[in-house]
Nanobody
Framework: QVQLVESGGGLVQAGGSLRISCVAS????????MGWFRQALGKEREFVAA????????YYADSVKGRFTMSRDNAKNTVVLQMNSLKPEDTADYYC???????????????????WGQGTQVTVSS
């Protein structure tokens, strides 16, 4: 059992940046694959980014590649999503997720993840 708490969302103009964080507690975090997903109004939750437990391998949705960077600090049980060059279509609730399996292939699926945060809202205005 782990708890995930996101923070850092807010309102930003198009082209701006936000840095959102997720802090995990309750169990050992270092071996979890961590993911960021987002859900826009009226749409299903979609994959944004993920990072393997080693912290060295990251994955990004095509829609955010080159603009978003995910990182983790295992010592602090924290993952971060740095979002640059934000677009209105990035507007969504952003959710942190943790997969407690040693290795999962389908890191792009919400069903892979065992724990979820409450979400943090990101709004990008034109």
């Amino acid at each position: 059992q782990v708890q995930l708490v996101e923070s850092g969302g807010g309102l930003v103009q198009a082209g701006g940046s936000l840095r959102i964080s997720c802090v995990a507690s309750g169990r050992t975090f270092s071996r979890y694959t961590m993911g960021w997903f987002r859900q826009a109004l009226g749409k299903e939750r979609e994959f944004v980014a993920a990072i393997r437990w080693t912290g060295g391998i990251t994955y990004y949705a095509d829609s955010v590649k080159g603009r978003f960077t995910m990182s983790r600090d295992n010592a602090k049980n924290t993952v971060v999503l740095q979002m640059n060059s934000l677009k209105p279509e990035d507007t969504a609730d952003y959710y942190c997720a943790a997969d407690d399996a040693l290795y999962s292939t389908d890191i792009y699926s919400t069903k892979t993840y065992d724990y979820w945060g409450q979400g943090t809202q990101v709004t990008v205005s034109s």
